[in-house]
T-cell receptor
Framework: GAVVSQHPSWVICKSGTSVKIECRSLDFQATTMFWYRQFPKQSLMLMATSNEGSKATYEQGVEKDKFLINHASLTLSTLTVTSAHPEDSSFYIC??????????FGPGTRLTVT | GQQLNQSPQSMFIQEGEDVSMNCTSSSIFNTWLWYKQDPGEGPVLLIA?????ELTSNGRLTAQFGITRKDSFLNISASIPSDVGIYFC???????????????FGQGTILTVHP
C-alpha cells in the first residue's frame, strides 16, 4: 500500500510556543490530505482538510488561526499549532488518499505541551 | 453530523477464538473501511468495502458492507496474540462535494487476546 510519513514522531514544547508537524506522501501525490487528532482511548476526530494550492477547510469547532495548515506541494502538508497550550497535547495524525481514494495514515505525532 | 456506533467497546478473548464487531450509522455511506491501530501508531487499513452487500476477506479477516449501506461488520477468525489492538470502522461518502474523502470513525473496539 501507499506510504505516508510524519515528522516529528513526538515533540515536547513549552506553553506559548508554536510547533510544526509535517505530513508527506512518499510514493504518491495527494492533492488532499486530512488532519486528525486523537486523545487517549478515544477515536480519531477530523480537524481539517488540507488542499494543495488553496485554503484548508476546517471542521466545526476547530480554530483555523490556531491550527495553521499549509499544503505547499502534492506530497507535503504541514500543521502548525500556534501558541500551544497544555490542552493541545494530543496525538496528531494525517492521512492521504491514493488514486483509488483509499486513505492511508501517517504514524502520528505525539505533542506534549508543558 | 453523522455518527458511527461501534460495538463492542472492548473484548477479552482467548487465542484461537473468533471475534466479531460491528458498526451502524444513522446515515448512508458509500464506502466502509476497517482499520487497526497499535499503540502510538497511525491506523492501518485492513479492508475496504465499496458496494452494498459486498463480503470481502483478507486472510483471517472478513468484512461485509450492509445492504442498507448503514452498517458493516468485521470478523476475525482464529485470533492470535498479534491481533491485539484497537479496531476502527470508518465510513466515507462518495465522490464530489465538500465531504469527498472525509472519514467518519467509529469509537473503536479494543481487542485483548490472551495466549
Amino acid at each position: 500500500g501507499a506510504v505516508v510519513s510524519q515528522h516529528p514522531s513526538w515533540v515536547i514544547c513549552k506553553s506559548g510556543t508554536s510547533v510544526k508537524i509535517e505530513c508527506r506522501s512518499l510514493d504518491f501525490q495527494a492533492t488532499t490530505m486530512f488532519w486528525y487528532r486523537q486523545f487517549p482511548k478515544q477515536s480519531l476526530m477530523l480537524m481539517a482538510t488540507s488542499n494543495e494550492g488553496s485554503k484548508a477547510t476546517y471542521e466545526q469547532g476547530v480554530e483555523k488561526d490556531k491550527f495553521l495548515i499549509n499544503h505547499a506541494s502534492l506530497t507535503l502538508s504541514t500543521l502548525t499549532v500556534t501558541s500551544a497550550h497544555p490542552e493541545d497535547s494530543s496525538f496528531y495524525i494525517c492521512s492521504a488518499p491514493d488514486r483509488l481514494n483509499e486513505q492511508y495514515f501517517g504514524p502520528g505525532t505525539r505533542l506534549t505541551v508543558t | 453530523g453523522q455518527q458511527l456506533n461501534q460495538s463492542p467497546q472492548s473484548m477479552f478473548i482467548q487465542e484461537g477464538e473468533d471475534v466479531s464487531m460491528n458498526c451502524t450509522s444513522s446515515s448512508i455511506f458509500n464506502t466502509w473501511l476497517w482499520y487497526k491501530q497499535d499503540p502510538g501508531e497511525g491506523p492501518v487499513l485492513l479492508i475496504a468495502l465499496y458496494k452494498a452487500g459486498e463480503l470481502t476477506s483478507n486472510g483471517r479477516l472478513t468484512a461485509q458492507f450492509g445492504i442498507t449501506r448503514k452498517d458493516s461488520f468485521l470478523n476475525i477468525s482464529a485470533s492470535i496474540p498479534s491481533d491485539v489492538g484497537i479496531y476502527f470502522c470508518a465510513g466515507q461518502l462518495g465522490a464530489g462535494g465538500t465531504s469527498y474523502g472525509k472519514l467518519t470513525f467509529g469509537q473503536g473496539t479494543i481487542l485483548t487476546v490472551h495466549p
